[in-house]
Nanobody
Framework: QVQLVESGGGLVQAGGSLRLSCTAS????????AAWFRQAPGKEREFVAY????????YYADSGKGRFTISRDSAKNTVYLQMDSLKPEDTAVYYC???????????????????????WGQGTQVTVSS
């Protein structure tokens, strides 16, 4: 059974930074794609960032471009989301997600769509005060 556990959320002032971590158990993370999504109160869960299994390809939602960086540490079986210059509108629960099969074998799936991912973490709250 694959489990994803997020950590690193918290309360930060606007302009500050946080680094979220997502650690996988039950599988070796480094051959699988991973993504971060977020869900604000009353809104749908939305894509934030994606990394391929090798880490060579990364994509970001427009809202995070230039401020967020997704990375991975294979030795720690962990994917990170570095968030800088945070804004109040970044306030949300952030979720880590991973597919059951690497997306390279599923070319019809889209990295930014929720339905692409089979495994989800429990989420970590990020609150940005103005």
């Amino acid at each position: 059974q694959v489990q994803l556990v997020e950590s690193g959320g918290g309360l930060v002032q606007a302009g500050g930074s946080l680094r979220l971590s997502c650690t996988a158990s039950g599988r070796t993370f480094n051959v699988y794609d991973a993504a971060w999504f977020r869900q604000a109160p009353g809104k749908e869960r939305e894509f934030v960032a994606y990394t391929s299994g090798s880490g060579s390809n990364t994509y970001y939602a427009d809202s995070g471009k230039g401020r967020f960086t997704i990375s991975r540490d294979s030795a720690k079986n962990t994917v990170y989301l570095q968030m800088d210059s945070l804004k109040p509108e970044d306030t949300a629960v952030y979720y880590c997600a991973a597919p059951r099969v690497p997306l390279i074998f599923r070319p019809t799936l889209r990295y930014h769509e929720r339905g692409t991912y089979d495994y989800w973490g429990q989420g970590t709250q990020v609150t940005v005060s103005s």
